[in-house]
């Protein structure tokens, strides 16, 4: 896997088992600060997993409605700090027709790492939301029920760390796409939506996206910007995901085991043919 190495490190621990003592070799999940700048401005720092650093450059952007396009991004870079650590900087060029606003940059200073959470509200999502979700995509029971384990089985670094979330794009008949992992969940979806906004795929109108996590708010803002029309986690929904779900006709689905879901909101993409 690209990038697993830098994603890990090895530690020594010592391991109580019923009264035992033993010493062992450990792996953790790697966390470390990613500073995104446009055009050397310093825009955002985000701690991250290493691995796929310019895919989750490019997703937060499109994520924040910052671009609109994948030509308005003109490079991606990998650059050094002036602090020396290496690779823990993304440099973004954008095209000379995007205007990123003071405000906004203002907005990414005071809320580095969390993406939406605390500064976005509902109409600043419904105004710069430009996909409109497929009301015809159908998935069936089975193969939802069939992607916590495709989900998991793919999920290499979690595997050895037990540390990580995962974001994945399923088609229709449970094919997968891609799979991200990264110690945020939100993260890990923008590693992913960063990969099809840089293959030319969004809006990602005929696709599951599988989280390993809980689908909070910030994660159904960034499928609504990506145009997915089915989210699936394993874990429970916010309220205000519910209710953000609902007025974009996105269908959520929650608490997603292999004979078991919850549906939240538009239950006809997934239990068209058993209600």
Known sequence: MPGTQS????????????????????????????????????LTVTMRTPGYDRELAAGLLWSEGLVDSPRQITALRQAVPESGAHGNLVDVELSGDVAIGEEAWRSFLSNSSCGVCGKASMESIRMRTSFSLDPDFRVTPEVLCQLPVRLRSQQHIFSRTGGLHAA?????????LVLREDIGRHNAVDKVVGWALLQGLLPLSHCVLAVSGRGGFEIVQKAVAAGIPVLASVSAPSSLAVKLAREFGL???GFLREQRFVVYSCPSRCLADTV
């Open 168 to 176: 994945a794009l399923f088609r229709a008949d449970g094919e997968l």
């Open 7 to 42: 994603s890990i490190a090895l530690t020594q621990v010592t391991e109580w088992d019923a009264g035992k003592l033993r010493t062992a070799e450990d792996s953790l999940a790697v966390e470390e600060p990613l500073e995104i700048r446009i055009q050397g401005k310093p």
């Open 251 to 253: 269908t959520l689905v």
